[in-house]
Protein backbone atom coordinates (compact mmCIF):
# COMPACT_ATOMS: atom_id res chain seq x y z
CA UNK A 1 0.00 0.00 0.00
CA UNK A 2 2.19 3.25 -1.27
CA UNK A 3 5.34 1.45 0.84
CA UNK A 4 3.43 2.14 4.21
CA UNK A 5 3.85 -0.21 7.03
CA UNK A 6 0.95 -1.45 9.29
CA UNK A 7 1.08 -3.48 12.02
CA UNK A 8 -0.38 -7.44 13.13
CA UNK A 9 -0.15 -8.83 16.43
CA UNK A 10 3.61 -9.85 16.60
CA UNK A 11 2.66 -13.59 17.24
CA UNK A 12 1.74 -13.69 13.48
CA UNK A 13 4.79 -12.55 12.91
CA UNK A 14 5.78 -14.51 9.15
CA UNK A 15 2.74 -15.68 8.82
CA UNK A 16 0.78 -14.77 5.25
CA UNK A 17 -1.90 -12.75 5.67
CA UNK A 18 -4.57 -10.49 3.50
CA UNK A 19 -5.02 -6.73 3.19
CA UNK A 20 -8.34 -4.78 1.94
CA UNK A 21 -8.43 -1.26 2.10
CA UNK A 22 -10.18 1.26 0.98
CA UNK A 23 -9.24 5.23 0.44
CA UNK A 24 -9.87 5.70 4.38
CA UNK A 25 -9.24 2.07 5.98
CA UNK A 26 -6.79 -0.98 5.58
CA UNK A 27 -7.98 -4.60 7.42
CA UNK A 28 -5.83 -7.29 8.03
CA UNK A 29 -7.25 -10.91 7.95
CA UNK A 30 -5.85 -13.60 8.87
CA UNK A 31 -7.30 -16.93 7.42
CA UNK A 32 -10.81 -14.85 6.98
CA UNK A 33 -10.80 -13.15 10.33
CA UNK A 34 -10.01 -9.75 10.71
CA UNK A 35 -7.33 -8.96 12.84
CA UNK A 36 -6.42 -5.54 13.06
CA UNK A 37 -7.70 -1.94 11.41
CA UNK A 38 -6.02 1.45 10.22
CA UNK A 39 -6.76 4.29 9.25
CA UNK A 40 -5.30 4.79 5.96
CA UNK A 41 -2.13 6.88 5.47
CA UNK A 42 -0.60 8.58 2.47
CA UNK A 43 2.81 9.74 4.68
CA UNK A 44 4.95 6.29 4.44
CA UNK A 45 5.45 6.89 8.32
CA UNK A 46 4.55 3.10 10.09
CA UNK A 47 1.30 2.57 11.73
CA UNK A 48 1.78 0.61 14.53
CA UNK A 49 -0.89 -0.16 17.29
CA UNK A 50 0.62 -0.58 20.99
CA UNK A 51 -1.38 -3.91 21.23
CA UNK A 52 0.34 -5.41 18.45
CA UNK A 53 3.53 -4.91 20.62
CA UNK A 54 5.23 -7.61 22.84
CA UNK A 55 5.15 -6.62 26.37
CA UNK A 56 8.75 -5.42 26.11
CA UNK A 57 8.40 -3.11 23.21
CA UNK A 58 5.28 -1.55 24.94
CA UNK A 59 7.52 -0.22 27.92
CA UNK A 60 10.16 1.17 25.19
CA UNK A 61 6.72 2.69 23.84
CA UNK A 62 6.37 5.00 26.75
CA UNK A 63 9.29 6.65 26.63
CA UNK A 64 9.24 10.26 25.00
CA UNK A 65 12.27 12.59 24.52
CA UNK A 66 10.71 15.10 27.54
CA UNK A 67 10.86 11.89 29.75
CA UNK A 68 14.32 10.70 29.31
CA UNK A 69 15.67 14.64 29.64
CA UNK A 70 13.57 14.93 32.65
CA UNK A 71 15.16 11.76 34.20
CA UNK A 72 18.54 12.68 32.92
CA UNK A 73 18.18 15.78 34.65
CA UNK A 74 17.64 14.14 37.77
CA UNK A 75 20.96 12.85 37.87
CA UNK A 76 22.47 16.49 37.20
CA UNK A 77 22.05 19.57 34.00
CA UNK A 78 25.12 18.00 32.26
CA UNK A 79 23.45 14.36 32.22
CA UNK A 80 19.83 16.23 30.93
CA UNK A 81 22.41 18.68 28.13
CA UNK A 82 23.85 15.06 26.89
CA UNK A 83 20.58 13.40 26.62
CA UNK A 84 18.79 16.41 25.13
CA UNK A 85 21.53 16.48 22.10
CA UNK A 86 21.62 13.22 21.44
CA UNK A 87 17.96 12.91 20.93
CA UNK A 88 18.03 16.49 19.02
CA UNK A 89 21.17 15.05 16.96
CA UNK A 90 18.98 12.58 15.44
CA UNK A 91 16.36 12.78 12.57
CA UNK A 92 13.60 11.19 14.78
CA UNK A 93 14.68 11.50 18.49
CA UNK A 94 13.45 7.79 19.20
CA UNK A 95 16.57 6.93 17.18
CA UNK A 96 18.43 7.73 20.14
CA UNK A 97 16.40 6.49 22.90
CA UNK A 98 18.77 3.42 23.19
CA UNK A 99 21.87 5.50 23.58
CA UNK A 100 19.73 7.03 26.26
CA UNK A 101 19.11 4.11 28.07
CA UNK A 102 22.81 3.06 27.70
CA UNK A 103 23.64 6.39 30.05
CA UNK A 104 21.11 4.95 32.71
CA UNK A 105 22.79 1.62 32.70
CA UNK A 106 26.38 3.83 32.97
CA UNK A 107 24.72 5.93 36.13
CA UNK A 108 24.22 2.75 37.69
CA UNK A 109 27.73 1.02 36.77
CA UNK A 110 30.03 4.04 37.55
CA UNK A 111 27.30 6.15 40.36
CA UNK A 112 25.21 9.62 39.45
CA UNK A 113 28.36 11.85 40.49
CA UNK A 114 30.38 10.03 38.02
CA UNK A 115 28.01 10.12 35.25
CA UNK A 116 27.15 14.04 35.37
CA UNK A 117 31.04 14.15 35.48
CA UNK A 118 31.76 12.65 32.97
CA UNK A 119 28.83 14.23 30.99
CA UNK A 120 29.79 17.89 32.36
CA UNK A 121 33.07 16.86 30.21
CA UNK A 122 31.31 15.46 27.36
CA UNK A 123 29.17 18.88 26.97
CA UNK A 124 32.20 21.23 27.45
CA UNK A 125 33.52 18.79 23.91
CA UNK A 126 30.56 19.45 22.52
CA UNK A 127 30.38 15.74 21.75
CA UNK A 128 26.82 14.77 22.34
CA UNK A 129 26.91 10.64 22.27
CA UNK A 130 27.22 7.55 24.47
CA UNK A 131 30.54 6.59 23.13
CA UNK A 132 32.12 9.59 24.57
CA UNK A 133 30.76 9.85 27.81
CA UNK A 134 31.16 5.85 27.93
CA UNK A 135 34.77 6.72 27.03
CA UNK A 136 35.58 9.32 29.70
CA UNK A 137 34.07 7.18 32.56
CA UNK A 138 36.28 4.15 31.05
CA UNK A 139 39.53 6.00 31.29
CA UNK A 140 38.53 7.82 34.42
CA UNK A 141 38.78 11.24 33.04
CA UNK A 142 35.61 12.32 34.60
CA UNK A 143 38.15 12.74 37.65
CA UNK A 144 40.54 14.81 36.31
CA UNK A 145 40.41 18.67 36.66
CA UNK A 146 39.03 20.66 33.79
CA UNK A 147 41.52 23.58 32.75
CA UNK A 148 40.43 26.83 33.19
CA UNK A 149 40.56 28.56 30.06
CA UNK A 150 40.17 32.19 31.78
CA UNK A 151 43.40 30.60 33.99
CA UNK A 152 45.23 30.52 30.28
CA UNK A 153 44.56 34.01 28.83
CA UNK A 154 47.65 35.83 28.89
CA UNK A 155 50.18 33.05 29.50
CA UNK A 156 52.52 32.64 26.56
CA UNK A 157 53.83 29.25 26.28
CA UNK A 158 57.33 29.00 25.87
CA UNK A 159 59.22 25.90 23.42
CA UNK A 160 62.28 26.32 21.02
CA UNK A 161 59.90 26.40 18.18
CA UNK A 162 57.79 28.80 19.00
CA UNK A 163 59.48 31.88 17.93
CA UNK A 164 57.36 34.57 20.02
CA UNK A 165 56.11 38.02 19.24
CA UNK A 166 59.78 39.39 19.36
CA UNK A 167 60.46 37.96 15.94
CA UNK A 168 58.02 39.19 14.33
CA UNK A 169 58.23 42.40 14.92
CA UNK A 170 61.85 42.52 14.15
CA UNK A 171 60.69 41.17 10.91
CA UNK A 172 58.38 43.86 9.68
CA UNK A 173 61.44 46.30 10.44
CA UNK A 174 63.50 44.53 7.77
CA UNK A 175 60.81 44.57 5.24
CA UNK A 176 59.67 47.91 6.02
CA UNK A 177 60.47 50.37 2.78
Not at 84 to 96: D, M, T
Not at 99 to 125: F, K
Not at 129 to 146: C, E, G, H, M, W
Request: one cysteine or more.
Amino acid sequence: MEKHFYSVPYQLKGQELEARYTASVVEVYCKGRRIASHRRRYDHQPSTLTEHMPSAHRAHAEWTPSRLIHWAEKTGPATGRIVAGILNSRPHPEQGYRACLGLMRLGRRYGADRLEAACERASHLRSYSYRTVKNILSSAQDRLPFEDPAAAEGVTVTHDNIRGGSYYASAAKEHEC
